[in-house]
């Protein structure tokens, strides 16, 4: 087919026909039916068995309803008689109802169990907090030289539960991986916890999954499993500190975002520190920006330097006048810390 559109009906569909193929996961990166972690896998088969019974019983009662109301006409059926008062009939139907609900309730039960604590004392805690509309995500290392902070971004071994401990800096959120998680809500002045195991290398899109203001939409964060080496190898270079800044268009950029940002942003190793907004340490390294809402390139960093409120309205930054040269160094020494 030929994959010119004409319309803007045309054009989706022909963009949904036309797309390159993608695994089921890529496609739809929020669908909860399918899974890639033991702690996703048992709520997956319990949910599609849901799903099935559900569809089932739909489709039997009415499939009754429809052969009970066009058997015979109007005229005869109130005539109709019922042998032994059809007692027979509700019986078994009973029977068959209480069965299939019992089952569904200890499967409920057996699964909720399985869900609930992590499987063995797991390797990595981190603490994420929900923040409107962003996430704060902490590693706790032995040593506080080993701590650090970092926003919307997680990445975790793959192969291993890790624990999570959830907060919240202002209003309830949700923290939802629906890949390989459901979903656990984040209360201020409270911790719960939850876990999260990725049996496959991939990236696993979350999504705040409780309404908390006009950008819960906007309230993404992205999964990255890797294997135990890569994913110590992103853990030495998150705690190493900024370096300085080699250009002079960049050192100028430190400089006022020294003045006017670091109220808000911490860079490790400089004296931005900041804690209003996401830790920019190696924020060239994510790959998105404003928790999910576009993707990490130089043309939206400026973009949401300059007006973060056109990207994300509402957003907790607000706009910071700078001229076009501040605009440019400060893009450029963002673009430093990798
Ligand atoms: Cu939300």
Known sequence: ??????????????????????????ATPLSYLESYG????????????????????????????????????????????REGNGLRLITAG????????????????????????????????LDISGHQWW?????????????????????????????????????????????????TD??????NTTWIEAHAP?????????????QHAHMGFRIVAEPRDRFEAWLADQLAPAAVPAERIAAAGQETFGRRCAACHAVRGTTAGGVFGP???HLATRATLAAGTVPNTPGHLSAWIAD???????????????TGSELEQVRAYLATLN
Request: hydrophobic share 45%; proline share 9%; with cysteine.
């Open 279 to 281: 830790d920019l340490s």
């Open 135 to 183: 996430w704060q995500v902490r590693y706790e290392g032995e040593t506080p030289a080993e701590t650090f902070v970092t926003a919307n971004e997680v990445h975790i071994p793959v192969g291993e539960p890790v624990r999570i401990n959830l907060s919240s800096s202002d209003v309830i959120h949700s923290f939802w991986v629906p890949a390989l998680s459901g979903k």
């Open 38 to 81: 033991s702690r996703g896998d048992p709520v997956r088969s319990l949910t599609w068995a849901m799903l099935i019974i559900s569809t089932v019983v739909v489709v039997i009662v009415t499939g009754l309803v429809l052969w009970g109301v066009l058997r015979e006409g109007p005229a005869e059926a109130a005539g109709i008689t």
């Open 202 to 214: 991939g990236t696993f899109l979350g999504q705040c999954a409780e309404f908390c203001g006009a």
């Open 1 to 26: 087919m030929t994959c010119q559109p004409t319309s803007a009906t045309a054009a989706f569909v022909i963009t949904t026909l036309c797309a390159t193929p993608t695994p089921g996961f890529a």
């Open 94 to 125: 009973l029977v068959v109802t209480v069965v299939v609900l019992l089952g569904s309730v200890v499967w409920t039960m057996v699964v909720l169990a399985e869900v609930g604590a992590a499987p063995a004392a797991p390797k990595l805690t």
């Open 186 to 191: 984040t209360v201020p002045g409270q911790v």
């Open 308 to 322: 973060p409120q056109h990207l994300k309205p509402g957003t907790r930054m607000p706009v910071v006048p700078l």
